[in-house]
C-alpha cells in the first residue's frame, strides 16, 4: 500500500546523506523527540546477518547487501510514524529513492567535504566502501553522490552543528510544516 494518502503528521521521516553525515546519531534524537521508533537499515541489516556491516560486504559481497538495504527500506517505507536512517549509499538505488520519496518525508543532511574529512579516521575501519580508497577517491565519491542526494523534500546543512542542534532544527522544520499543510 501507498501512504500518499497518510497524514503528513504520520508520515515517516527518512534521513539521507553521505556515510558519516550523522544520520543515525541525529536520527536516534529526533526519535526522542517525537516519540517515535527509531529504525537504523544498516543496524537491521547487521542483525539480519549476524555481523558486521565490514563482515557481510566480505563474505557476502556488496550485491547481497544491497540487495537486503533495498527490500528493508521498502518495507519500513510504507510504515507510519518512525524516524528512519538509511545507509550513505542506499539512496544510489532508484527503488530506494522512489519508495522514500513517495511514502515519507525525505531530510537530506548536506555537510561540506572540509568538514566531512575531519571525521575520516573515526568512519574508516566501520565503513567497507572507504576502505581500499585513497582520499581523492573519496573525495570523487562523495561528489558524485551529491546528485542522488538532491532529490529530497528538505535540506539542512549540518555544517558546525551539534547533533542536539540538528535534531532540534528537524523537529522545528516538522512542525511548521505540519501547521502549514495539517492546521488543527
Ligand atoms: N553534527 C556532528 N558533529 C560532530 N560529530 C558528529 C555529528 N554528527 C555525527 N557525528 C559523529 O560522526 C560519526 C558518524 O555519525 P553517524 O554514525 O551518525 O553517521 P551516519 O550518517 O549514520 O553514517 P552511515 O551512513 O555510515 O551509517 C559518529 O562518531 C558521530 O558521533
Ligand atoms: O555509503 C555507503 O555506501 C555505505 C554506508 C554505510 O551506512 C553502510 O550502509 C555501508 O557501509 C555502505
Ligand atoms: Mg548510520
Redesign the pocket.
Known sequence: MRLREVPVRQQSIV?I???????????TLVAQKLYRSFV?I?EEIEKEFGMPTTDIFKVHGETVFREHEKKLIQFYCEQKLKII?????AFMQPEVREACLANCTVFY?DVSWEQWKE?LD??ID??PILQNRDLDEIEKLFYERQGAYSLNHSTLS?ND???E??ADHIVESLKLAWDIYEPQ
Open positions: 534521513l546523506g553521505f556515510m558519516g553525515v550523522g544520520k543515525t546519531t541525529i536520527g537504523d544498516d536512517s538509511i545507509g550513505g549509499g543532511l571525521r573515526i568512519l566501520s565503513r549540518v552543528q551539534s547533533p542542534q540538528i
